[in-house]
């Protein structure tokens, strides 16, 4: 399965209140008339600070990202060629300034628990003069272990971008957003996520991060299953 995720940030005059109540009542609802859509997630942000990690942040400003699963990239293809997609497409101006879209193979290290949780979605920037597939294999490999040793963490998963599209910020040597790989984690409370991330299973996760991330940026967000 692959999952479809829109970075979204709003527009300048609309407050959060509206742009939460337009994504909630008319957005979301036209993107879920998408055939072969298996599933769909908003999650708002509500606090946009790094929040217990000490590493670089990246320039992405958000509101809201949104998550779209799809079996394979083929029914992802025919979904966005389909009668229900141009409504969706109309839609975005009314409440949206820019948006990312980005294609991620999603890898679940740790299963969400069913508990009530926080979540937490960082964006990541491979390291400059760093490969594709270097990354690939740090953060699938090597790093994926580390988090997963997090005390207190209720859930932990990879997005690994496969594909890109247009960013508020761009990469100057490729012409592509600057991002690498989406991670989500979940805790029972942010009293657990900071003890989380002040853990000695922490500290060696973000030793190894400087050695092949640029950025991580954070949000906390509060997410909404529309489908």
Request: aromatic share 8%.
């Amino acid at each position: 399965m692959i999952v479809r995720m829109g970075l979204s940030k709003k527009l300048p005059g609309l407050s959060t209140a509206e742009f939460r109540r337009h994504w909630r009542e008319v957005h979301g609802p036209l993107a879920a008339k998408m055939p072969g859509l298996r599933a769909y997630h908003r999650n708002h942000i509500v606090d946009k600070t790094q929040l217990a990690i000490d590493h670089d942040r990246g320039n992405w400003d958000l509101d809201g990202i949104s998550e779209l699963w799809f079996d394979d990239l083929a029914s992802m293809d025919r979904a966005i060629a389909s009668d229900a997609y141009p409504p969706t497409v109309a839609d975005s101006p009314r409440l949206i300034a820019a948006t990312t879209v980005i294609v991620a193979e999603q890898t679940v290290v740790v299963p969400r628990a069913d508990s009530p949780l926080i979540k937490r979605i960082s964006i990541l920037e491979r390291r400059k003069g760093m490969s594709r597939d270097e990354f690939r294999t740090e953060w699938l490999g090597k790093h994926a272990a580390m988090v997963a040793d997090f005390p207190l963490l209720a859930g932990y998963t990879q997005n690994l971008v496969i594909g890109r599209g247009q960013a508020p910020g761009i990469d100057d040597d490729t012409g592509e957003p600057p991002l690498d790989g989406i991670v989500e984690m979940w805790f029972r409370n942010q009293q657990d996520l900071c003890a989380a991330f002040r853990s000695p299973a922490a500290d060696t996760s973000q030793a190894h991060a400087l050695h092949f991330l640029e950025t991580i940026t954070a949000f906390l967000v509060e997410p909404h299953v529309v489908i």
